[in-house]
């Protein structure tokens, strides 16, 4: 038992933190998709950047973790909204093994269809 219980809750908060970060992942990948098509549509910085905050569940991302390219806009160029996002490991061992804290980064381009 002395052998395998250490074994046993490393894996245990290994899945833990498996979990954690790839739902941190899939949010910061529908948080930046969600954002560049808020924008496309007519939508400000300033809207997107408040739709990507309101709509983060329980990441606390902050307008620094946000970048939207480019400033000035026509229809038809490309508007790419990225968000680059540090998660903490919580688990002493893993945060050894893995980097930490761990970045997450998604960004996603489209086509302006409306001004805003």
């Known amino acids: 038992m002395a052998i395998v219980l250490p074994l046993l809750l490393l894996m ?6 498996f979990g954690r970060i790839l739902g941190a992942y899939m949010i910061v990948h529908d948080l930046a998709r969600e954002g560049v098509r808020h924008g496309v549509v007519g939508m400000s910085d300033t809207n997107i950047r408040n739709h990507i905050i ?19 806009r026509t229809i038809g160029d490309p508007l790419t909204v990225r968000i680059d996002y540090d998660i903490d490991i919580m688990t002493p061992i893993i945060s050894s093994i ?19």
Not at 12 to 17: D, K, Q, S
Not at 54 to 72: A, G, H, K, Q, R
Request: hydrophobic share 45%; charged share 20%; net charge negative.
């Open 12 to 17: 245990l908060f290994g899945i833990i933190e």
């Open 54 to 72: 309101t709509n983060d569940s329980f990441l606390s991302i902050v307008n620094e973790d946000i970048t939207i390219t480019p400033l000035t």
């Open 98 to 116: 893995v980097p930490n804290p761990m970045g997450l980064s998604a960004e996603y381009v489209m086509r302006i269809e409306k001004l805003p």
